[in-house]
């Protein structure tokens, strides 16, 4: 199923007038507030956000997965759903891939078929919390020659066995083969690796072998690559986990090389912590490589994007609009799992989201927010910050969007052009895609 730009701009006509008032009014409102609207719809039109391969199909949790109907079953369907997402939200321009969950049988083909969607391969993702059919068995030097099966059970990158970190090192050089093949420019580097009681691991010598892995990891990746160093606090482990915080992933990075950055995952921080801080404070650094948007109210809860905390995701894109020149332009992408909406449809609200925090976070006026910060008017400041975060932006994302040719109400015509009744029919009730 494919949706031409004819037939969105044929549906975008029922819309269009009331459109157009309402672009005009803000348009005239924000003009008179000295902002220059061609310049943020500009910025609009250029932001693409990478879609993960991983988040096609119904998400799941430990108590059960409910299946959606036409997922995709392969990474051609799943190449195919990001185009359409992206041609009627012209902001999804990009797809990160999961290996082994994608590897591509024929990267040229694999890549002709993005091209024609408009894609490009944003970073690649390798994955040793899993272990895979392949696995052989291993000696673990039992005086009764007992062989045990190679697992990624106690860790990968930081496995007190050397085979296992040998084996997870050489993964991460394949996923780094098969990115090249496809013209992606990075790898985030998400470990598991952890404990689940105290006292199982030891903590420094776990940072030893995860350090000596990243650094070979590190030294296989091409010159123009990037290294992402992606934190999470706990899960799949409960007491620790190997590189916990941003802390801890901007030493290793640190350690690794200037191509190695920390990779944000919004659901991967304790509550209550201050994220926005943590932005501010890896740029400062110039160490942020990029983003996993998504949200949560609990853990890492993997929701749509701006679903609880829409504050929280604007006040990180005020820390965004002026990234220093010492960082480079961070790596936009989603992370999310769909365990009860329509993934498209979710995938869309979180595009939303994303591109209206940063279209709010572009209209604050930095210079007077600088200003009333010098002089410690913290009242004004609040002022003007939510101000623009009150300033229903929406026409301008609209224009944005209708001005290369997409959608002026995404989901509106996905449900008029009955898309998912479509792939159920081409795919059938029970297709599963690969991911989590
Ligand atoms: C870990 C994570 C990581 C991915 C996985 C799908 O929680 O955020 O980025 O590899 O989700
Ligand atoms: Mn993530």
Same mark, same amino acid.
């Given at each position: 199923m494919r949706i031409s730009t004819d037939q969105i701009q044929e549906l975008n006509h029922n819309g269009e007038s009331q459109h157009r008032r309402q672009f005009q009014f803000l348009q005239e409102e924000l003009q008179k507030k000295g902002i220059d609207t061609e310049t943020v719809i500009r910025k609009l039109q250029d932001f693409q956000v990478a879609v993960p391969s991983w988040a096609l199909g119904a998400g799941g949790t430990r108590f059960g997965r409910f299946s959606y109907g036409g997922?995709?079953?392969?990474l051609e369907e799943k190449i195919k759903d990001v185009g359409l997402i992206h041609a009627l939200t +012209? %902001?999804?321009g990009a797809i990160s891939l999961h290996i082994p969950w994608d590897i591509p049988g024929d990267p040229e083909v694999i890549m002709k078929l993005a091209a024609r969607e408009g894609l490009v391969f944003d970073a690649m993702n390798s994955n040793t919390f899993q272990d895979q059919p392949s696995f052989a068995p291993i000696n673990i030097g039992a005086p009764d020659g007992r062989q045990e099966q190679h697992s !990624?059970?106690?860790? %990968?990158?930081?496995?007190? /066995?050397r085979s296992i970190r040998v084996n997870a090192v050489d993964h991460n050089k394949e996923v780094i083969d098969i990115g090249v093949s496809l013209g992606s420019k990075s790898l985030t580097v998400w470990l598991?690796?952890?404990?689940?009681?105290?006292? +199982?691991?030891?903590f420094r010598k776990a940072l030893d072998r995860s350090l000596d892995s990243l650094r070979e990891i590190y030294a296989y990746m091409p010159s123009d690559w990037k290294l992402f160093i992606e934190y999470k606090p706990y899960e799949p482990y409960? !007491?620790?986990?190997?590189? +916990? /915080?941003w802390g801890t992933s901007h030493l290793l990075a640190g350690e690794c090389g200037k191509n190695a950055y920390c990779l944000v995952?919004? &659901?991967?921080?304790?509550?209550?912590?201050?994220i926005e801080q943590i932005v501010a404070t890896l740029l400062w650094r110039g160490k942020l490589g990029g983003f996993h948007f998504n949200d949560s109210?609990?853990?890492?809860? /993997?929701?749509?994007?701006?679903?609880?905390k829409p504050y929280q995701l604007f006040l990180i894109f005020n820390e965004l609009v002026?990234?220093?020149?010492?960082?480079?332009?961070p790596a936009w992408m989603i992370d999310a799992s769909h365990n009860l909406k329509d993934p498209l449809e979710d995938l869309m609200q979180s595009l939303e989201a994303i591109r209206l925090a940063y279209a709010q976070a572009l209209i604050v006026d930095q210079g007077a927010l600088e200003t009333a910060r010098n002089a410690n008017d913290v009242s004004l400041c609040q002022e003007i910050l939510q101000g623009s975060y009150r300033t229903d932006l929406r026409p301008l994302l609209k224009e944005a969007r209708i001005r290369s040719? &997409?959608?002026?109400d995404p989901i509106g015509i996905y449900r008029r052009l009955e898309v998912r009744d479509a792939l159920i029919a081409e795919r059938g009730l029970k297709t599963v895609a690969t991911g989590l």
């Open positions: 997922e995709p079953a392969n +012209q %902001s999804a !990624y059970k106690f860790g %990968s990158l930081c496995h007190t /066995d598991a690796d952890g404990s689940s009681f105290p006292g +199982q691991l030891n409960f !007491y620790s986990t190997v590189i +916990q /915080d995952d919004l &659901g991967h921080h304790l509550p209550n912590t201050n109210k609990y853990g890492d809860d /993997d929701l749509t994007v701006g679903s609880i002026n990234v220093p020149g010492h960082n480079p332009t040719g &997409g959608a002026l």
